[in-house]
């Protein structure tokens, strides 16, 4: 029997999860607190769907398969009941994340594995809050999810070998490319991700060149698909200088958020979902 799977957060990334999840025959559950975000998920992931159909990524029965199989859900325990993956893909908080493995935990079945889609957080750190750790992974997607191939995850140092497999195999189901890494803060994708990402704005701060100009450096002179700039404002700022604090705290100085960053995320200019960040998004 397929498995079950639940998704907690329906922002850029939760959606994506699910969304892939359904397409590839998993009985999936989207949750948020939220009932309005939910609702702009499931119309993301439509046309979402709706544009893989179109490109010939993904096969028209994907529709029936997300209208049968991808239900939503406000309430955490009834979400997470009868699961058997839980992803959690909510902001970048240890508090918030820590508060939801707890109600996640005490309703799931013994079987049942808990992952998490942290950019960052060391997993042992957010493991070390629940009773059976062993059963507590990380698996790391990116976006856009339903076209980015690979998959992170990360063993914590008591996840058990058996969760290990499960969730390499759930992610080729998925038909994405696992890497199993070592937990160390910021893995092995976002610590490099991050050096260049900060690097990048800290050059736009010192008037090194503009926006256009280093992000083309990096698109022309080393292939980079997107520049480094680009790529925060897809990403979010405010979801970059998340991760970019965790690792300033757990790594040291390299990974201080610049000035700029900050300022810009204080004022809203978040990137591609706000209408401007690096660059503008309004039209
Ligand atoms: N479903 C399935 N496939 C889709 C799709 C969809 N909804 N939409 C597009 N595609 C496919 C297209 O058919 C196309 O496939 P081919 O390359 O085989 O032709 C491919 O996806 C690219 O699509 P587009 O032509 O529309 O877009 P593009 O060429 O302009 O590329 C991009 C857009 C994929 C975002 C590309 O610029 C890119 O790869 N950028 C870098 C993204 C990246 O680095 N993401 C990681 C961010 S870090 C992160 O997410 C982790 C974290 O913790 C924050």
Known sequence: MSLRLTVIGAGTMGAGIAQVAAIHGFSTTLCDLSADQLSTAMSSISSSVEKGIDRGKTPPEARDLVAQGLSTETDLSKACADADVVIEAVPEDIDLKNKIFKTVE?????????????????????????SAPERF??????????????????RGEKTSE?????????????????????????????????????????????????????????????????????????????????????????????????????????????????????????V
């Open 137 to 154: 992974i990380g698996m790391h997607f990116f976006n856009p999810v339903p076209v980015m191939s690979l998959v992170e995850i990360i």
């Open 106 to 130: 005490s309703v799931v079945s013994s079987h049942a594995v808990i992952a998490s889609n942290t950019s960052s957080i060391p997993i042992s750190k957010l493991a070390s809050s629940l």
């Open 162 to 282: 058996s969760v290990i497999d499960s969730i390499v195999k759930l992610a080729r189901d998925m038909a994405k490319e696992p890497i199993v890494v070592r937990d160390s803060p910021g893995f092995a994708t976002s610590r490099l991700g991050l050096v260049i990402g900060l690097e990048a704005i800290r050059m736009l701060e010192d008037g090194v060149a503009s926006a256009e100009e280093i992000d083309k450096a990096m698109e022309l002179g080393y292939r980079h698909p997107m520049g480094p700039l680009k790529l925060t404002d897809l990403v979010g700022l405010d979801v970059r200088l998340a991760i970019a604090e965790v690792l300033h705290e757990e790594i040291g100085e390299q990974f201080r958020p610049p000035q700029l960053l900050r300022d810009m995320v204080s004022r809203g200019d978040l990137g591609k979902k706000s209408g401007r960040g690096f660059h503008d998004w309004s």
